[in-house]
């Protein structure tokens, strides 16, 4: 069959590699002058640091599948991710940990204490935790909530915690050891080259051809094609026909600077006072590389308008509403599937981005050989 794929992040190329490999032939489209979306990495031209274009990605996963698609595709060096914080002139470890919590509360507790002390805090009169601020409240109580969440997710999403959903919270562990590592996974590392090259070398095959800097069009970019997989908003398909999913768009305002700016990757800043969420040190990424000067991004988070680069789906009440109306228009689509963060308008990391991507693939291999047709579909986004 000829797939036409609209999109060249992780989501696109692993689903037309997996065509690709199955015979089938694939044309992709990506509006960007470059491969890998969001996850796009260069070397700056005046430092030669390596560069996340769009903000830290950080590859970690508990996924097998995943793990080997992506090392067979580019070289991992382990990396475990760890995040400071600053707040009120004092700068702490993130996630929560018993070294957080002692410097918070100024004691010495040991693990058995500390989750004591924790629980003692902790709301309990809260069963179902119906937002952010009450799944919080209900885990570490109100200095620990206050201290480190809700000024960061005030500034980061742009709304009162109290109407955010808990999920964003659940992604973050708090832990009562000393273990500071951001993330729990099995799997933790960056690509020694970037992400640039792991998708290159993805899309690196002769049953797929991909054009750049050439949006595919939902009207007529279809024709003379089998089947279409789109990766690109889900509203930006329809022409936003029923108004504008909601997202949070991110600006970097970049520095280079001599040596070692802040000591670390990521240092968040959790002080609603302070504008931006936090800076990034590149280089601090890349632990293995020398580099005598620094690029530094430092982040800030607003509503995404009609020109922005989307980042997160806010997936507030009113947005469900139309994410509903667009999945029924989703649904009503022939031959069309709608695939990845953008194409299902959810907040997900690049392991949960290719393990989801691989699922769609084989499904439409599946529906393909049982002669069913392609379904729109391959999670449930609602
Ligand atoms: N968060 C916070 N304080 C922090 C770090 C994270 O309040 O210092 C909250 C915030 O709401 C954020 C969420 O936890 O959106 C998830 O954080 P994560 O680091 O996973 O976000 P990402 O790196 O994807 O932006």
Redesign the pocket.
Known sequence: MRFVVGGAGFSGAVVARQLAEAGHEVTMHEQRDHLAGNCYTVRDAGTDVLVHEYG?HIFHTDDERVWEYVNRFGEMVPFNHR?R?TVGGRVYL?PVNLLTINQLFGTALRPDEARAFVEQKADSTIEEPAN?EEQALKFMGRELYEA???G??RK??GRDPKD?PAS??S??PIRFNYDDR?YNHQHQAMPRNGYTEIVANIVDHPGIEVHLSSPLDPQGGRAGFDHIVWTGPLDAWFGHRLGRLGYRTLDFDRFTAAGDYQGCAVM?Y?DYEVPYTRTSEHKHFAPWEQHQQTVVFRETSRACGPDDIPY?PIRLVDDKELLSQYLELARGESSVSFVGRLGTYR?LDMDVTIGEALRAADGMLEAIAAGDPIPPFFVDPS
């Open positions: 830290p995040v914080t993130m952010f480190f969440f809700e960061y997710t980061q999403w955010l964003i919270l992604r973050l951001y968040n959790g997160y907040y």
